[in-house]
């Protein structure tokens, strides 16, 4: 059971993506526009 908790977490750890997101650029309403796609949208 102990060796299986370690496997999981071992196997978790080697998969897991850091998912990262911006800090703000929002107007008053949360929206904002993306300078790439020129889409505009709110969160």
């Known amino acids: 059971m102990k060796l299986s908790a ?3 977490a071992a196997l978790l750890s ?5 998912a990262l997101a911006h800090s703000g650029g929002t107007d008053s309403k949360g929206c904002h526009r993306n300078h790439k796609t020129n ?3 709110c969160h």
């Open 6 to 8: 370690i496997l999981i």
């Open 14 to 18: 080697i998969t897991s993506v850091a």
């Open 39 to 41: 889409d505009y949208h």
